[in-house]
């Protein structure tokens, strides 16, 4: 018995650490991005519980896969969202440029955007994109 313990330990952490792939997605999604200007250019990622994190940028069309998260961070979003009630908020107001959160769960979805100038964006949710953004990889510098 006791050597079946960390098997079966190690089988449950296995199972958790699923890799998703954008033709398979769990049912819970939470993206973020920024978006606007003459051109209308946009650019969203979309982050999963399990940390990981693409990216889409309205030439491209398709996602990308972008390095993982930490888990601990993505789930943190995600209880944050909850926590701070994101969804029983009502705020759109994008403006030429603009800002957009939206958790999708299942069919079911909730979008906040902002960028108005005439609409000031409330601290939670101007604090849970900062929060978002904290999760994208830093540009590697140019080599010379």
Known sequence: MLKTLPLF??????AGCKTYSTDEL?????YFGSG?????????????ENGQ?????SQQGTFVV?????RSQAKALFAS???QKM??????HPGNLYHFVRME?????HRLSWGSSSHPTPDAVKSFYASCKTLIPKPEPLKQ
């Open 81 to 83: 969202w909850t926590e």
């Open 105 to 109: 769960k299942g069919a079911q979805s």
């Open 87 to 92: 969804e029983e908020q009502d705020f759109q």
């Open 53 to 57: 994190l693409f990216k889409r940028e």
């Open 36 to 48: 606007g200007g003459f051109a209308g250019a946009y650019t969203e990622y979309m982050l999963l």
């Open 26 to 30: 769990p049912d819970t999604r939470l």
């Open 66 to 70: 972008l390095p993982k998260a930490k």
């Open 9 to 14: 330990t190690l089988l449950l952490l296995l």
